[in-house]
Structure formats: structure tokens, C-alpha cells
């Protein structure tokens, strides 16, 4: 069975800086997704990256990039710039085709300080 | 337009009684789940439909019954409440399943608080 594994609860960053957030996964597959999800106490869960496991390319989104090593089965989230509406929970998600679920990690509670 | 859109968003109710959470997306997608969300914040599926059919049930109680009456409704029906289903329940959506998928888009979600 896929699990994902988020080492880090609680982190935090001064604004304006850079952060980097660690999430590891477990498969025997070849063919998958992977996304980075926030959720704000807003509570609304906000995709805000996701990487195709046959793209080599790691994607990118504004301030938002991943570092996908695929053979090491590790995923981080690069935040640069921090600002402050970046203050979150944020979830590291698996998906492989065909198996109707995505599957969570545990999730590290992002602070931005002012 | 809420493109996944559930309600209520909160619900407090006795222990014992009979409550539904609604959901629906204007997406056009085929999938639509059902995700449990515990005081930790752990993420849980429940439920997966694909085109108004049952997928997957991850060891959910009978109590927990959802139905799909087509493929842009997916509700939620929770019998004989308990103290230990309160958390915030997800409802999303994707399109795809085969061999290539989009990412979930998740409503709002709907705190449920038995007392």
C-alpha cells in the first residue's frame, strides 16, 4: 500500500524568506501524480502544485516549485518569498491512476512571521 | 461559480439523530469522493464514486451511507450519530481514473459537531 510521510509538523519562516517543506512516499509504481495541497483556517483546500511521476522536469507555479527525485520516492515544496497569507497547513498528496483516491500525509503547519 | 459546493458548512447535532451533508460540482467531472478530516487534520478517503458508482468504501460504517443520483450530486447520509464522527467532512471532485487524472477539487467542507 502507498503512504506518504510528512517529517515535519510545524515549521516556520521569516517573511520575504525561503522555506522548504519534506515529503516522502512509498510505491512500487512507476505511473503517478503528486500534489501539494494548502489549507488556510479558511478550511477551503487549495491545490497549489502537482507533478506527473514521467516528467523529469520539476513544475513550478509563480514562488511555488517542487524538487521531485524520483528514485530517492521524495517530494519537497519550495516556498520563496514567503508572504504571510502563506501561513497554512500544508498536505503532500499521492494519486495513482486508476485507484479513485488520493492519499494524504500528515500535513506541516506552516508560520510566516512578520 | 463554487465549483464544488457543499452544505451545510457547519452542523451541530444530538447524538443519536440522523443527518446529510450535500454535495455537488458544475465541473463535469466523473469522480467524486467523500474525505473525513479528524481534530489532527488527517485527511481519510471514505468514499469514491465513478460515474454514480460506488468505488471505493474504506472500512466506513453502515451508519455512513452516501448516494450518488447522478454524476454531479454525491451526498452524504450519517445514521444514529456519534461523538466519534465529529470532525470536518470533504466532499471533492476529479476527472478521470484510468490512466491519467486531475487533481481533486474540494468543496469547503462541513464541520459536524456531535454533542
Known amino acids: 500500500a502507498q503512504t506518504v510521510t510528512q517529517s515535519q509538523p510545524e515549521m516556520s519562516v521569516q517573511e520575504a524568506e525561503t522555506v522548504t517543506l519534506s515529503c516522502t512516499y512509498d510505491t512500487s509504481e512507476n505511473n503517478y501524480y503528486l500534489f501539494w495541497y494548502k489549507q488556510p483556517p479558511s478550511r477551503q483546500m487549495i491545490l497549489v502544485i502537482r507533478?506527473?511521476?514521467?516528467?523529469?522536469q520539476n513544475a513550478t507555479e509563480n514562488r511555488f516549485s517542487v524538487n521531485f527525485q524520483k528514485a530517492a520516492k521524495s517530494f519537497s515544496l519550495k516556498i520563496s518569498d514567503s508572504q504571510l497569507g502563506d501561513t497554512a497547513m500544508y498536505f503532500c498528496?499521492?494519486?495513482?491512476?486508476?485507484?479513485?483516491?488520493?492519499?494524504f500525509g500528515t500535513g506541516t503547519r506552516l508560520k510566516v512571521l512578520a | 461559480d463554487t465549483a464544488v459546493s457543499q452544505t451545510p458548512k457547519y452542523l451541530v447535532t444530538q447524538m443519536g439523530n440522523d443527518k446529510s451533508i450535500k454535495c455537488e460540482q458544475n465541473?463535469?467531472?466523473?469522480?467524486m469522493y467523500w474525505y473525513k478530516q479528524d481534530s489532527k487534520k488527517f485527511l481519510k478517503i471514505m468514499f469514491s464514486?465513478?460515474?454514480?458508482?460506488?468505488?471505493i468504501n474504506e472500512t466506513v460504517p453502515n451508519r455512513f451511507s452516501p448516494k450518488s443520483p447522478d454524476k454531479a450530486h454525491l451526498n452524504l447520509h450519517i445514521n444514529s450519530l456519534e461523538l466519534g464522527d465529529s470532525a470536518v467532512y470533504f466532499c471533492?471532485?476529479?476527472?478521470?481514473?484510468?490512466?491519467?487524472?486531475?487533481?481533486?477539487?474540494f468543496g469547503q467542507g462541513t464541520r459536524l459537531t456531535v454533542v
Open positions: 465541473l463535469g467531472h466523473d469522480t
Open positions: 471533492a471532485s476529479s476527472q478521470g481514473g484510468g490512466q491519467w487524472n486531475t487533481e481533486a477539487f
Open positions: 507533478q506527473e511521476a514521467y516528467k523529469q
Open positions: 498528496a499521492f494519486m495513482k491512476p486508476g485507484t479513485y483516491k488520493y492519499i
Open positions: 464514486y465513478n460515474n454514480k458508482e460506488l468505488i
